[in-house]
T-cell receptor
């Protein structure tokens, strides 16, 4: 069935270092992948998305990598800041705008 | 930046009561969604809504649930007879184009006692 899972439930990172959050997905029919950040008491906040016809996409301090061969998605955060402390979710769908299937989330803790 | 707003932020209700969760999507958006997140679990899709009708719904979205867009700005989720297991954070989301990222509200925490 469809499932999206995360390798690491908690990631501790030193302020200024780079963070890498990983995600595995199982539905080979998925065409759209997205990362959300969720801070305590708030809803998921869009970070970056990527379609299956790409393997890399960059935003401001963030990069998403997609490896369709092994069904793996990652989010890289450059120069991690205290404000990056949050839970990060990957999600996938057959197309943007279709229902999203979320992963379980990874908590990122930034140490000063 | 435009936001999806949800009210109330916290709703406490007794089992068997009806609740209505309210959302105001971003004003020019056309696609609307409800998701929920039980404490400590994944965010789960409930329903999507476009052009005044449900476009997709999950197995969770049974006959106890309904959605409505009563006017040009509000989008509501009604649970007719709440159960203890309905306790969760309920998130509303919207997007302007069918191929654009979803923007989520900050959620309504529903507690059923």
């Amino acid at each position: 069935g469809e499932s999206v899972g995360l390798h690491l439930p908690t990631l501790s990172v030193q302020e200024g270092d780079n963070s890498i959050i990983n995600c595995a997905y199982s539905n080979s029919a998925s065409d759209y992948f997205i990362w959300y950040k969720q801070e305590s008491g708030k809803g998921p906040q869009f970070i970056i998305d990527i379609r299956s016809n790409m393997d890399k996409r960059q935003g401001q301090r963030v990069t998403v990598l997609l490896n369709k061969t092994v069904k793996h998605l990652s989010l890289q955060i450059a120069a991690t800041q205290p404000g990056d402390s949050a839970v990060y979710f990957c999600a996938e769908s057959k197309a943007a705008g279709n229902k999203l299937t979320f992963g379980g989330g990874t908590r990122v803790l930034v140490k000063p | 930046e435009p936001e999806v707003t949800q009210t109330p932020s916290h709703q406490v209700t007794q089992m068997g009561q009806e609740v209505i969760l309210r959302c105001v999507p971003i004003s020019n958006h056309l696609y609307f969604y409800w998701y929920r997140q039980i404490l400590g679990q994944k965010v789960e899709f409930l329903v999507s809504f476009y052009n005044n009708e449900i476009s997709e719904k999950s197995e969770i979205f049974d006959d106890q649930f309904s959605v409505e867009r009563p006017d040009g700005s509000n989008f509501t989720l009604k649970i007719r007879s709440t159960k203890l297991e309905d306790s969760a954070m309920y998130f509303c989301a919207s997007t302007g184009q069918g191929n654009s990222p979803l923007h989520f509200g900050n959620g309504t925490r529903l507690t059923v006692t």
